[in-house]
């Protein structure tokens, strides 16, 4: 990692998350209060005494998952914005302001899945790992597509002031349709066929694959979101490279 | 290795609301170790995008710029700092950045910054005073072979100008220095090299004398 970018990450983890904050805490209570809150309402309907599908698990993994696309974008979104100043220093490259928030963000989420889910796993709701392979294939393409749209909006905001008043709108749209609350096997195929254009619901069955084995019908090809993410990060770069041109420092 | 910095058919242009504004017009200059340039400008005459531009914050819009050395950034720049870091955050970020020891630097900005027990504090807490002082002591604490300085160094009282002087003109009077002005005093003063910055044209004269000159005619 090149220096900048880790002084980058230092100064970002005092300024986010203060001194004596628990900012960080929150990456790990979103996934705790929605899984919990759906497992209550799972549980109210006595679908437990019915069905043996592990709900919370389930829940669990796929928003854990999801975050790693959901935050990333929020936090790289007004990131170059937001640390204009730096660039007075010019080895500080609006990339690394990028990058800088995309680790902190990526280490965050992941640091809250780990921590709850091993809580999970001694209350007895959530099963080791069935393949660690496809659990971390699945945490590394959905990193790799969030640098991809964060990288993306970051360009895009520069280019565009349209853009921000969408943003939230298509975020929330694209947060129930992503797969991270859904298997493809729960909705009809005819919707299915569809839904498979997504990339984060191949990546979310993988990951889901993953944690909970072959308990259901999985539908994937880990070719599609690589393919995906590769084309997605050239066209990000290249806007960026694009949007670095309108970057006037003050 | 010999050290410069080199501008090589320097544009920039800004689009204005009607038209396009040219800052700076096919501008060429190099500068080599111990030059010390003073540049006379008007304001807005673009000395501080020539700066900038010479610093690498800001990109021309056509030309390039060949940097054989180390290049400071524009001297006393407050723009980075960001209100919940205390000093000492501030002067961590930097040395991390330019990669050097932070804990060698302490004594030397502590000193340099006069700010007690505020260098423990947020930046938000400062004086504007205080804030121009701990920017001046960060940029001094990097070692840079140019040092750019925008406008005069008008920082502090009396006796903390007379510091910075010395810190800059007389410990590093080795090094490269580009400084830019309005009023030929300091530049007289200071630098070897005279410049005068007049509607995008970067002309050199043989003395301040005659830079002066040109430039009061204007």
């Known amino acids: ?250 | 290795m010999e050290k410069f910095v080199k501008l090589e058919n320097i544009c920039k242009a800004f689009p204005l609301r009607i038209g396009v504004k040219y800052a700076l017009k096919n501008i060429n200059l190099t500068i080599k170790s111990e030059d010390k340039l003073g540049i006379l400008g008007m304001n807005g005459s673009g000395k501080s995008t020539l700066i900038r531009i010479i610093s690498g914050a800001t990109k021309p819009t056509t030309g390039k710029v060949i940097k054989k050395m180390k290049v400071s950034w524009p001297l006393a720049f407050q723009g980075g700092f960001q209100g919940s870091l205390t000093g000492l955050d501030n002067l961590k970020f930097i040395c991390r950045i330019y990669g050097a020891n932070w804990k060698e630097k302490i004594d030397f900005v502590q000193d340099f910054a006069e700010l007690g027990k505020y260098f423990y504090e947020p930046v938000k807490t400062y004086s504007s005073g205080m804030r121009a002082r701990l920017a001046f002591a960060l940029s001094l604490a990097i070692d840079f072979d140019c040092y750019l300085i925008d406008e005069i160094v008008a920082v502090g009282d009396q006796r903390f100008q007379k510091k910075s002087k010395v810190e800059l003109f007389e410990k590093r009077a080795d090094r490269s220095f580009v400084l830019s002005s309005h009023q030929p005093s300091y530049i007289k003063e200071h630098c070897n090299r005279f410049f005068v910055l007049s509607e995008g044209n970067l002309i050199e004269f043989e003395s301040i004398d005659q830079a002066w000159q040109f430039y009061s005619k204007q």
């Open chain 1, 1 to 250: 990692m090149s220096r900048v970018v880790k002084a980058l990450i230092f100064r970002e983890l005092i300024t986010r998350y203060g001194r004596k904050n628990f900012g960080f805490l929150w990456t790990f209570f979103e996934p705790a209060f929605f899984a919990f809150l759906v497992t209550l309402v799972w549980t109210f309907f006595r679908f437990h005494e019915k069905s043996t599908f592990p709900i919370t698990a389930f829940i669990f993994i796929g928003y854990a998952n999801g975050l790693l696309w959901r935050n990333t974008i929020g936090q790289c979104f007004h990131a170059i914005e937001a640390n204009q100043g730096l660039l007075y220093h010019s080895i500080v490259k609006p990339i690394d302001l990028v990058l800088s928030r995309f680790l902190l963000e990526v280490l965050s989420v992941t640091g809250g899945a780990i921590g709850l889910g091993t809580i999970f796993y001694t209350l007895g709701w959530v099963p080791m790992p069935y393949d660690w392979s496809y659990l971390l294939l699945g945490w590394f393409l959905m990193s790799w597509f969030g640098l991809s749209m964060g990288l993306l909006f970051s360009a895009l905001s520069i280019l565009s002031d349209v853009v921000e008043h969408f943003l939230n709108a298509f975020l929330y749209i694209f947060w129930i349709l992503s797969g991270s609350l859904y298997a493809a096997e729960m909705v009809p195929a005819l919707i299915r066929e569809y839904a498979l254009y997504l990339p984060t619901l191949h990546i979310a069955e993988i990951v889901r694959y993953g944690l909970l084995g072959p308990i259901m019908n999985y539908y994937y090809e880990i070719s599609y979101p690589v393919v995906f993410n590769l084309v997605a990060i050239c066209i990000a770069l290249f806007l960026l490279k694009v949007a670095e041109k309108k970057i006037e420092v003050e």
